[in-house]
């Protein structure tokens, strides 16, 4: 894996979880501030969504990352990981 390709999903790792961070945040405090509120709900529904669906960016960034690497094994094996993280996605939300 090359540096750039490591610098770039440490990136996005790193901006997913402060993103849902602040997002679960704002949610948690919205809770306290208006209990029962539709908008303390959507915000907690959001930051678990976005912390759920970093691990499953970075898959697929990977898998970009290995195309234009051309390391065809890794290709496999990453595009492998992310069929299995959508299938499971899809057999929780079904």
């Given at each position: 894996?090359?540096?750039?390709?490591?610098?770039?999903?440490?990136?996005?790792?790193?901006?997913?979880?402060?993103?849902s961070t602040v997002?679960?945040?704002?949610?948690?405090?919205?809770?306290?501030?208006?209990?029962?509120?539709?908008?303390?709900?959507?915000?907690?529904?959001?930051?678990?969504?976005?912390?759920?669906?970093?691990?499953?960016?970075?898959?697929?960034?990977?898998?970009?990352?290995?195309?234009?690497?051309?390391?065809?094994?890794?290709?496999?094996?990453?595009?492998?990981?992310?069929?299995?993280?959508?299938?499971?996605?899809?057999?929780?939300?079904?």
């Amino acid at each position: 894996m090359s540096d750039a390709l490591e610098a770039r999903l440490g990136r996005l790792l790193t901006v997913g979880t402060r993103v849902s961070t602040v997002v679960l945040a704002m949610g948690l405090a919205a809770t306290f501030a208006m209990p029962g509120s539709r908008l303390a709900y959507v915000l907690l529904t959001v930051g678990l969504a976005v912390l759920l669906l970093t691990p499953v960016a970075r898959v697929a960034l990977s898998v970009l990352g290995y195309i234009a690497e051309r390391d065809w094994w890794f290709v496999l094996y990453t595009s492998i990981v992310f069929v299995l993280l959508i299938g499971s996605f899809i057999a929780a939300f079904a």
